[in-house]
């Protein structure tokens, strides 16, 4: 006998038990978060250092942040592509790594925002 998962006029339709995994998503999006961290991180140490804001100067008309902007790049990248091998076929807490994904991204925006900046450089 042959089971048939389309539903039939009049039928009730069973559940299907199989359930899509979240994990490459919530990869992308924990990775978000992950990725505007850095820029922040990075922006931070290389406006608080001057050797730091020297390494970071991968192309001299922009300063530290052609390097800020390239390294945080390949973080977010990696993380990406971290999470989504090891969550690539699991269910994931999507509640977590979005409220996660949101502080990492409140980070970001915090630690680029000049004013919260000087602040924690004590300007």
Not at 99 to 108: E, R, S
């Amino acid at each position: 006998m042959t089971i048939s998962h389309k539903p039939v006029v009049g039928q009730p339709v069973e559940a299907i038990s199989e359930t899509i995994p979240n994990g490459p998503g919530a990869a992308a999006i924990l990775a978000a978060g992950i990725g505007c961290a850095a820029i922040g991180i990075l922006a931070l140490a290389g406006d608080a250092s001057k050797a730091i804001s020297g390494l970071l100067n991968f192309y001299k008309p922009s300063g530290a942040l052609s390097g800020v902007t390239t390294v945080a790049i390949i973080i977010w990248l990696a993380a990406w592509f971290i999470l989504a091998r090891r969550w690539e076929n699991k269910t994931v807490a999507m509640a977590r790594v979005n409220i996660g994904a949101f502080a990492l991204l409140l980070v970001g925006v915090l630690l680029t925002f000049p004013p919260f900046m000087d602040f924690l450089q004590g300007r």
